[in-house]
């Protein structure tokens, strides 16, 4: 535990927008006491704090600091290897790298050799402030989260605080950590928080189009060989009629052929974000010679890995609530504390899941695999389709083995959607680079809510119906009352 607490952290402070971090006064008493100071705009600052215009916040922007210099002469799997050279391991960025699937991903690209820096604006934990929100698992502070990785592990993992909209603070966390690699996961990504009201729609729009537009043109300026890896989402597709191609649909029209872009109709502001991505980084890599992926994930569930599973305070966030929690996750929730499984509608909205441990693997193999300059690939990641009603019935039966009376009931759906539909998206790229999916088995369900058993004294009842329309999403800014 000395050890844990002894780590030390280089610190920068940039007032680049509104504070919404650690107050400086919380800040561990590691820091070292210069800093250095620098202005710029806040693209935050109407998010974050209403109407306080007054006086000027900082942020800090810390960067764990090795121990030791010294390089492993084992190599791993995030090596460059050389014959004429010893091993160098790739330098990971990791945009995001504080929430659900950044976090896993940020640790297992660490424990698999790679060189990791995670980048946040840690503005997901204010989310949860603002709406009066809790993961159903306790989450230490980031800070605490990576010294106890280095303290178990030996290995350290850099940290710059700040906003990528900023793109005076990314151009800085670019210059230092020089990354081969870039994960990108620093988006807001709940639909249902998209469609609250008009400002958060703004919010998420401003936030995830302009963010990945930085990160484009950071990668043109400072880093022309890094290779982007972004999380899309299964939802830019929507849910056509006929088969779901991996990005891309040969059609035959009027007697002429071409391969296009498969197209896009998405279901919510967030959803519409995504897709104001991907046609942003393909013109660029078109345009610029960038290489990117873009991994069109499905609804991801789970909640351990390896890497989160070797301490309590690594421990990932469990979301169950109406805004950010995914389908399985709350339905394993609603199962431990006795509260009817919510299907939305008729129940037969079909999509694709996946572990959160194939999402890690899934970004390793991208990484270890890059895009061609110049090459805008889409893989769709997930591993198996699932209806609503087939996850409840899941559930149910897994519940009652354990002795659990699980109850659905029909909830008038709050999405404007198809709520019977044909479905069936093809993902064979990833598989064919090496996933080894973890799919649904009893195991898994069991050991699911048997996790969601040990915390079910934290969930709060009051979040589980869902509160968001997409018919009512209005003006006027939806505020959570004080209980």
């Known amino acids: 535990m000395a050890h844990l607490l002894s780590t030390s952290f280089s610190v920068k402070i940039s007032s680049s927008y509104k504070s919404f971090g650690q107050p400086l006064n919380q800040v561990p008493t590691a820091l070292p006491t210069s800093f250095n100071i620098q202005t710029s705009k806040s693209p935050f600052k109407r998010l974050v704090s209403q109407g306080d215009r007054a006086g000027r916040s900082c942020v800090v922007r810390a960067t764990a600091a090795p121990v030791s210099q010294e390089v492993s002469a084992q190599p791993s799997s995030g090596s460059n290897q050389s014959s004429n050279e010893p091993s160098k391991p790739q330098r990971v960025m990791v945009i995001g790298g504080d929430g659900y699937c950044g976090w896993a991903t940020a640790l297992h690209l ?21 709406l009066g929100l809790d993961s159903l698992t306790p989450i230490a502070s980031i800070h605490n989260r990576l010294r106890c990785w280095k303290s178990i592990t030996g290995k350290t993992i850099e940290l710059y605080i700040g906003d990528i909209c900023d793109f005076e603070f990314l151009s800085e966390t670019f ?22 009201d008009r400002s958060r729609a703004v919010f998420t729009q401003k936030n995830n189009v302009i963010g990945t537009l930085n990160v484009l043109f950071a990668i043109k300026e400072f880093r022309e060989q890094c290779h982007l890896v972004k999380l899309g989402t299964m939802g830019e597709y929507g849910t ?10 040969t059609i035959t029209h009027n007697g002429r052929t071409d391969t296009l872009p498969y ?39 789970g909640v351990r890995t390896d890497e989160t599973s070797m301490h309590e305070e690594l421990c990932n966030r469990f979301d ?5 929690g995914t389908a399985l996750n709350r339905f394993c929730v609603q199962a431990a504390v006795g509260h ?21 693997q899934c970004v390793e193999l991208a990484i270890a695999n890059p895009a061609q300059p110049g090459e805008f690939r889409v893989f769709n990641q997930f591993t198996e389709q699932f209806s609503v009603n ?6 149910t039966k897994a ?25 069936n998206a093809k993902h064979t790229k990833l598989i064919e680079l090496g996933l080894k999916p973890h799919l649904l088995s009893d195991s898994l369900l069991d050991s699911l809510l048997n996790f969601a058993i040990k915390f079910k004294d934290r969930v709060d009842r009051k979040q589980i119906m869902p509160s968001v329309s997409w018919r009512k999403i209005g003006v006027k800014p939806q505020t959570v009352p004080a209980n």
């Not at 230092?176 to 690699?181: G, Y």
């Not at 056509?240 to 649909?249: K, L, T």
């Not at 974000?273 to 290489?291: L, M, Y």
């Not at 169950?320 to 950010?324: A, E, R, S």
């Open 263 to 301: 197209p896009k109709q998405a279901s919510s502001f967030y959803h519409l974000s995504k897709v104001h991505d991907s046609n942003n980084i393909a013109f660029t890599c078109k345009a610029w010679g960038i290489r990117a992926t873009d991994l069109n994930q499905g609804v991801v569930y």
């Open 390 to 395: 087939e996850l409840a019935a899941l559930v």
């Open 320 to 324: 169950y609530d109406g805004v950010f």
């Open 340 to 360: 009817p499984l919510t299907v939305y509608g008729k129940g037969g909205q079909t999509r694709g899941y996946l572990d959160i441990r194939d999402t890690v």
């Open 175 to 196: 210059n230092s950590f020089e990354p081969d690699a870039v994960v990108h996961f620093g988006e807001q990504r709940s639909a249902p928080y998209s469609m609250i």
């Open 240 to 249: 056509p009629n006929i088969d779901i191609e991996e990005g891309y649909i």
């Open 110 to 130: 660490s424990n698999k050799g790679y060189e990791v820096a995670i980048v946040d604006s840690l503005v997901r934990r204010l989310f949860d402030h603002q």
């Open 399 to 423: 519940g009652e083995k354990l002795g659990l009376d699980v109850q659905t009931i029909t909830v008038a759906n709050p999405r404007v959607e198809a709520e019977e539909h044909y479905y």
